[in-house]
């Protein structure tokens, strides 16, 4: 169950704003870009972060506590992070397009709903019984295939603002550009007895991107949860 919460995250968080390399832009639709990918930067760095401790207690055979704590914290970091990225795209405005503030909306509604989606999952875990180590794990069977739908929905919301060019613009701008590596995480026993109530969720090898879209010929960016979220297995 570790592995497959982690596998989940990895691919959640390499995929949020996956950007089309086609069409043509103007300024007007080259600043859109970046008053949207100067917020996307510092939220996909918080939520690396937050996946970071996830995977570092996730791989050192912690107690189910241990990983309690340090799962529920990064849940809670990373709803944090959507919701400040609805509000970043909240306060660049509609983008320059004929339909533009549905599709605003449309984005923020949805990072808002992922966001109480993430503040839920924080919730659930704190509530577990992490005294008794395998009712711990079945507490967490639920979670990975919640992480993926998030994980979907997150691309859908984003793809939105991406068309007449503004896909085109935003895989010009830095915020909006993906880590050229991705961390890789091996794998460590599950908590199911072959290793320690700790165990790792991510699978090794490098994040990709999950859900709808793909990533460009060029760049492309992710605010969303990476490699690995602990869990018991």
């Given at each position: 169950m570790n592995k497959r919460l982690a596998a989940a995250l990895c691919c959640a968080a390499t995929a949020t704003l996956a950007l089309a390399g086609c069409g043509s832009s103007d300024n007007k639709t080259d600043d859109y870009a970046k008053s949207v990918c100067d917020q996307v930067q510092p939220q996909r760095q918080k939520i690396q972060n937050a996946d970071n401790d996830i995977a570092s207690v996730s791989s050192s055979g912690?107690?189910?506590?241990?990983?309690?704590?340090?799962?529920?914290?990064?849940?809670?970091?990373?709803?944090?992070?959507?919701?400040?990225?609805?509000?970043?795209?909240?306060?660049?405005?509609?983008?320059?397009?004929?339909?533009?503030?549905?599709?605003?909306?449309?984005?923020?509604?949805?990072?808002?709903?992922?966001?109480?989606?993430?503040?839920?999952?924080?919730?659930?875990?704190?509530?577990?019984?992490?005294?008794d180590q395998a009712k711990f794990a079945q507490g967490l069977g639920s979670i990975p295939n919640q992480v993926t739908t998030l994980s979907k929905n997150g691309d859908d919301a984003l793809a939105k603002l991406q068309a007449d060019g503004i896909g085109q613009a935003m895989a010009?701008?830095?915020?909006?550009?993906?880590?050229?590596?991705?961390?890789t995480l091996a794998p460590s026993p599950d908590a199911s007895g072959s290793g320690g109530p700790g165990a790792s969720t991510a699978p090794s090898g490098s994040a990709k991107p999950s859900g709808s879209t793909k990533p460009s010929a060029s760049s492309s960016t992710s605010v969303k949860p990476s490699s690995s979220a602990s869990s018991q297995s």
């Open positions: 912690a107690s189910p506590s241990q990983v309690q704590s340090t799962d529920s914290t990064a849940f809670g970091q990373i709803s944090d992070a959507y919701k400040a990225l609805a509000s970043g795209i909240q306060d660049a405005g509609a983008p320059p397009v004929g339909n533009g503030a549905a599709l605003q909306k449309n984005a923020v509604d949805q990072l808002n709903a992922i966001s109480g989606a993430y503040a839920d999952l924080k919730k659930k875990v704190g509530g577990l019984d992490a005294s010009k701008q830095p915020g909006c550009q993906k880590a050229t590596t991705a961390p």
